[in-house]
């Protein structure tokens, strides 16, 4: 937040057509709450320093979470008490549902067989399917998670895109990003860390939005003290339900953020840092032609059914007697087959989402929306000089590279 264009301007004729608009994502949580109070600070001091100007204007979006989770208070209550602390600052607030994801029209019901072929059909009627429901009724905590994570990250965007925001700001400290690190890895996610992770740009209805982690070398308990010390934790919005002892009630993240809040207690607590920096050196995966998921819109760069295929054994084993040839026998009768509606549309879905929709998924599909399909090139410029180099590029036999072209 040092850059120039968010710093007063003297130089401006008409400043308030002028200022850069900065998203503030706001979930209610400690670090949301450290980053508002941080940048509205910084807005009073620039107004009280220049005369009543200021380098920036303040957006502050919530997605409204409280139909989905079990919170202890409203996020708007909490954003209204929070106005009030700066006065001398015009904060927008603006609350985003997140129905407005996408429209019952995009809603299909998505399929993967036994062979990781993924397929979705159109059967969803007008008003009959809430995303909020879907979510909330998903089997697997892990894959409803990951699914929301996905609507949330979008829906950012888009409202920053609406909003005419060039800059979205998010609170996550290094120990939120090395939890991002671990839970992406461990979902299949793999190929996205050299981005989630890192201050970039992205791209939304033809706009480039800057998206900045602010606190990405702060540990959370700094900013829990902080937090403390300002009087902020009585703003703090929190779920009401007690988190599960048993690691198979809970998901990916809340096992890695209980592991990685007991770092402190070891004494290795540097080691987010670690996760971290070591992810902040990996780049993205080597130039090639990529399709883009339907589902998470991100880039596939490599088939994830021939890697599927390739790890999975979906034969069973030969019957040793026949007894067991019997039990299966009676399953077979017993069991509704599964529903696999052959005529629906191939789709493209990266590793992530494939793992993430048969933990949720069903004999008829799971209902969820479905983006155009895009085909991809090259991420960069800079990918597509390297792969037009590469065509030039001598080897010999054991695929070392040679200077001469």
Not at 154 to 176: P, W
Not at 254 to 259: M, Q, R, S
Not at 333 to 351: E, M
Request: hydrophobic share 35%.
């Amino acid at each position: 937040m040092s850059h120039e264009k968010y710093k007063v301007n003297h130089k401006r004729k008409d400043t308030d057509s002028q200022l850069e608009r900065v998203l503030l994502a706001f979930s209610g949580g400690i670090s949301s709450l450290v980053l508002l109070d941080v940048l509205a600070n910084l807005l009073v001091e620039q107004r009280s320093s220049h005369r009543g100007l200021q380098g920036f204007e303040l957006v502050v979006v919530n997605l409204n979470e409280f139909e989905l989770k079990s919170l202890n208070r409203k996020v708007a209550e909490c954003l209204s008490d929070l106005v009030g602390l700066y006065p001398s600052v015009d904060l927008e607030v603006k609350l985003v549902s997140l129905e407005s994801y996408a429209d019952t029209s995009s809603f299909s019901s998505i399929t993967v067989d036994q062979a990781f072929n993924t397929s979705s059909l159109n059967q969803v009627k007008n008003g009959q399917t809430s995303l909020v429901e879907i979510i909330r009724n998903c089997p697997n905590k892990s894959s409803s998670e990951d699914l929301l994570e996905i609507v949330k990250h979008q829906l950012i965007l888009h409202t920053a895109a609406r909003e005419e925001c060039n800059t979205v700001v998010y609170g996550h400290s290094m120990t939120r990003l090395a939890n991002e690190v671990l839970a992406l890895t461990v979902k299949g996610r793999g190929s996205a860390v050299h981005r989630d992770i890192m201050n970039r740009a992205e791209a939304c209805q033809g706009k480039e939005i800057s998206i900045i982690y602010p606190f990405r070398d702060l540990l959370q308990v700094e900013l829990e003290e902080y937090a403390k010390l300002s009087d902020l934790t009585r703003f703090e919005v929190k779920s009401t339900v007690a988190t599960s002892k048993i690691s198979k009630n809970m998901s990916v993240r809340e096992i890695l953020a209980n592991y990685l809040a007991g770092l402190d207690d070891s004494g290795y607590l540097s080691s987010a840092s670690t996760v971290v920096k070591i992810a902040e050196k990996l780049g993205a995966p080597a130039p090639q032609v990529a399709d883009r998921c339907q589902v998470c819109e991100t880039n596939i760069y490599k088939n994830p059914k021939e890697w599927l295929t390739t790890i999975t054994v979906s034969e069973p084993a030969a019957f040793e007697s026949e007894e067991e040839k019997e039990y299966l026998e009676e399953y077979l009768r017993t069991t509704k087959p599964a529903n696999h509606n052959s005529s629906g549309s191939p789709i493209d879905l990266c590793y992530g989402c494939i793992v993430a929709l048969n933990g949720v998924g069903n004999h008829s599909g799971f209902v969820w929306p479905i983006r155009p399909k895009v085909k991809l090139q090259y991420e960069n410029h800079a990918q597509e000089k390297a792969a037009i180099l590469d065509e030039y590029l001598l080897t010999d036999d054991e695929g070392n590279g040679d200077d001469t072209v």
